[in-house]
């Protein structure tokens, strides 16, 4: 296997632990519920989609949900995976050529917003739409609120990897 290969990997098997990892913290240890907050555990999902490109971060995000679904304090549903591989991929797609911290803003807020689209869509297929739709009025002020945060938050990971990735070529 190549060292490339190898590393992305390693790296998605990382990041694909953190992401479970800050989920299962949130759940657990300081419950927030799952209809509002800020998606601490997209980070992670993010950032394997950027440094490892979409169909990479598409792997991390499936096997993320997974591990959230069947360690987490609720039965699995997989229509809310959606919503996890889609955090996993929109940002690769929109904001890995050409970075800047505009297209990292588009990639979230459009990531935030088709995320929050799947999560309803999956509420009206598991619960009704009374559940979903009033779900979604938490969400959606939720989701203006929190984008900048994950927007800094995630430009800031990813600025300081593609600087250590320039200065370590070998790396990429």
């Not at 797609?93 to 935030?112: E, P, S, V």
């Amino acid at each position: 296997m190549e060292k490339s290969k190898l590393f992305k990997i390693s790296l998605g098997g990382i990041l694909a632990a953190l992401a479970v990892g800050i989920r299962l913290f949130f759940d657990y240890v300081i419950p927030m519920g799952n209809t509002a907050g800020l998606p601490i555990y997209s980070i992670p999902l993010v950032i394997a989609s950027l440094v490892l490109g979409p169909v990479y971060g598409l792997i991390v995000g499936i096997t993320a949900d997974i591990v959230m679904g069947l360690l987490g304090p609720y039965n699995y549903m997989p229509l809310f995976g959606i919503s996890t591989v889609i955090w996993a991929v929109i940002p690769g797609l929109i904001a890995r050529r050409n970075y800047d911290f505009l297209k990292m803003a588009l990639a979230i807020i459009i990531t935030y917003i088709l995320s929050s689209f799947s999560n309803t869509l999956a509420l009206i297929i598991y619960f009704d739409s009374k559940t979903a739709l009033a779900s979604f009025a938490v969400r959606v002020p939720v989701l203006l609120a929190t984008s900048p945060a994950l927007i800094y938050i995630n430009h800031l990971i990813y600025s300081r990897i593609r600087d250590y990735q320039l200065t370590h070529q070998e790396i990429t």
